[in-house]
């Protein structure tokens, strides 16, 4: 490899063996290997190592302003994903178990990072809520804005809340909420207007909005009817 070229390789504590996966993504990709799941800005595929399924997210090369940003300053998409998805998980929040993350730079420049995790066990994403009916509708809502409030009673705001970026399953006992796509989380301290507003975003008819804001409002101790009046006022993503 080019000495102006390094690359950092890194998997969780409990998955070293991956690392041989991981030092060969780039090549991998070249190769178009594994399932492609979503193409865009970013590609997405699954793939299969050591009889594990995973997910691995190849984040597109930045313009130059932020590869002198990140080759230098900041952490990778890549990095804060892995960071991030393991500090969900130590506050008892679901996302998909964190694998590992590969970095690379040419130089001072960031070049291409990509993150690893396992694949997700939740077969719904919050569009599946639009797009049929669920008899345990009022349940998974109520999930969502427990899981929401509590990312915000701990700080965490996530810039990308939409309809693909919240996952979820059912099961006899309970419904099981995972939240994805973490690298644009951001660390503050959130107030009620900004809790209701990071649902901006969802696509809600007005039984969902009044229940998932109820229930999120409950969970932060905040006034249900300052609250739910404020969303029907300011949230217009309604359908």
Not at 51 to 60: I, N, P, Y
Not at 105 to 112: A, E, N, P, S, T
Not at 179 to 192: C, M, T, V
Request: hydrophobic content about 35%; aromatic content about 12%; glycine content about 6%.
């Amino acid at each position: 490899m080019n000495s102006l070229c390094q690359t950092h390789i890194h998997a969780g504590a409990n998955y070293q063996a991956f690392l041989p996966f991981i030092e060969r993504l780039p090549e991998a990709f070249a190769h178009q290997e594994g399932e492609l799941l979503y193409k865009g800005r970013n590609e997405l595929r699954l793939m299969r190592y050591q009889g594990v399924e995973l997910v691995v997210k190849s984040f597109q090369i930045p313009n130059f302003v932020n590869r002198i940003a990140y080759g230098l300053f900041r952490s990778s998409k890549a990095q804060r994903s892995f960071e991030y998805a393991e500090r969900l998980q130590q506050l008892g929040i679901g996302t998909p178990q964190p694998i590992g993350y590969y970095t690379e730079r040419k130089g001072l420049l960031f070049h291409r990072s990509y993150y690893v995790s396992r694949r997700s066990r939740c077969p719904y994403t919050f569009a599946d809520l639009i797009q049929r009916p669920f008899a345990e509708e009022e349940a998974i809502l109520q999930t969502i804005a427990r899981t929401t409030a509590q990312l915000h009673e701990q700080g965490l705001l996530h810039k990308d809340y939409s309809r693909g970026n919240i996952l979820f399953a059912l099961t006899e006992e309970e419904v099981q909420v995972e939240i994805i796509d973490l690298n644009r989380i951001r660390f503050k301290q959130i107030s009620w207007k900004e809790g209701c507003r990071n649902f901006e975003r969802l696509p809600l008819t007005d039984r969902m909005l009044t229940t998932l804001t109820v229930a999120y409002a409950q969970e932060r101790g905040f006034d249900e009817r300052q609250c739910l009046q404020w969303m029907q006022a300011h949230h217009t993503n309604r359908i």
